[in-house]
């Protein structure tokens, strides 16, 4: 039987009641993209608006069934931080053989005329936040994949130990790296500290692509879907340039607030190894070529 359907009011009902301890009335749902995972829907009820997002479990993510638990607990960390819009985060768990996240529902909107200046300027004021070692108290997910965040007190031990070895070693068991490129790859180890600067943990939102900045109804900026831990501040600026890039005064508006060491631009592709590896594991070989060049030139 398909869920969305006559069950979806009742699903939504016994969530809503378990996160807000009352009676909550669905007035009405709008399906929504989910992404590869899970799926979402808008739900206007009684009490507000949400954005709901679930999960089969046994399906998908039948071993991660802390998968929107630490969604939700990085959510909270950047919340805490006062430096960027995320949505609230209005209650999790699983109920009914599914795993949900209920979030606050943030209308979209056009970009205001400092949209990106703002978004440049939160994300300094985000990559400010520090503690004493990288990783985090935590483990989450990059997409669907596992993501180890082991506290360790070297951030270039950390980007190679805990980003781009796991996540090489899961291309070679699974076929899609093979060996020499992978031996190619372990000689990163040693040169990291001349090819990268060493500063200190920031909190990162860890995913920050296109696809994971919103437009308010104000036109301001807000962030989802984070994989938050502490690394390199260098490693989110790369990753928004993976797909395309941002507008330049998103960059402008960040450097004159937070300046960027020299020479960023051409340590940006060392960075993007990290989901470049993400993706091979997640969408296959067509990922490849582009490690290959990253190989090549480090």
Known sequence: MSFWGDEQFAFFESILFLALGQDV??????????????????????????????????????????????????????????????????????????????????????????????????????????????????????????QSNTLTANGHEFFFDQRLL??????????????????????LRDRLPDLLPNERPAMVHGDLWSGNVLITEEGSPALIDPAVYYGFREADLAFTKLFGGFDQRFYDAYDEA?????????????????????????FGSGYLSGIERVLKRF
Request: hydrophobic share 40%; net charge negative.
């Open 25 to 146: 009335q669905v007035i009405e749902t709008q399906f929504l993209s989910g992404g590869d995972i899970n799926t979402a829907a808008q739900v206007f009820s009684s009490e507000g608006v949400f954005f709901v997002k679930w999960n089969e479990l046994g399906k998908h993510v039948e071993d991660r069934h802390d998968f929107f638990e630490t969604e939700a607990r990085g959510l909270a960390l950047l919340h805490r931080t006062d430096a960027v819009r995320v949505p609230s985060v209005v209650g999790y768990g699983e109920q009914q053989g599914r795993a949900y996240l209920i979030l606050e529902y943030i209308d979209p909107g056009k970009s205001g005329p400092t949209y990106w200046e703002e978004l440049g300027q939160s994300l300094a004021l985000l990559h400010g936040h520090t503690q004493p070692k990288f990783g985090l108290s935590f483990n989450n997910y990059i997409g669907s994949l596992p």
């Open 166 to 187: 796991p996540q090489a070693g899961m291309a070679l068991y699974k076929g899609v790296l093979d060996k020499p490129l992978y031996d190619r790859l372990l000689t």
């Open 258 to 282: 937070f300046p960027l060491d020299d020479g960023f631009n051409e340590r940006v592709t060392l960075y993007n190894l990290y989901p470049l590896l993400v993706h091979l594991n997640l």
